[in-house]
């Protein structure tokens, strides 16, 4: 190996060895842009899943009402608040032959936060009324505690 080549050899890998890895300080800067973007985005996504288990609250009351309409269909008359939203699944004794269900395919689930759907007939505005409490479990309460209604 000529001299010529042995020095651009030796260029090459002193060049080499400074382009190694990242700095202490190179990182730092990508860690403290990665948790502004956590900072920035984490609280809009927690946002969002309290909107989807009202949606999916509302979408459950939905269901019972149309399994409530084919019951009062078939027996004539919805179900008593003793009674309840178990009607759906079993037959009471005061329904009598023209009971046509099971009106659910599963069970009646509880709401998204763990509570059961209160079922009240009469209700305040109608022939029945179903109520999820909302996240608290309380009666009342605003934005996900809120409760959340039928009709």
């Excluded at 996504?45 to 609250?57: C, I, M, P, R």
């Excluded at 009240?120 to 605003?142: F, V």
Aim: net charge positive.
């Amino acid at each position: 190996m000529s001299k010529t080549q042995c020095r651009k050899q030796c260029k090459k890998q002193s060049g080499q060895r400074h382009a190694r890895g990242f700095t202490l300080l190179e990182l730092l800067v990508v860690i403290v842009i990665i948790g502004l973007l956590a900072a920035y985005v984490g609280p809009k996504y927690f946002s969002q899943l309290g909107k989807s288990e009202v949606t999916v609250a509302k979408a459950q009351i939905e269901a019972f009402e149309k399994s409530l309409d084919t019951y009062r269909l078939d027996v004539g008359r919805y179900p008593t608040t003793e009674e309840g939203l178990a009607a759906l699944l079993a037959a009471p004794a005061t329904a009598g032959a023209k009971w046509n269900g099971p009106y659910l395919k599963k069970g009646v689930p509880p709401d998204p936060w763990g509570q059961p759907y209160q079922y009240k007939a009469p209700g305040t505005r109608g022939d029945y009324e179903i109520t999820s409490l909302g996240k608290d479990g309380q009666p009342g309460g605003t934005a996900d505690n809120a409760d959340i209604t039928s009709q």
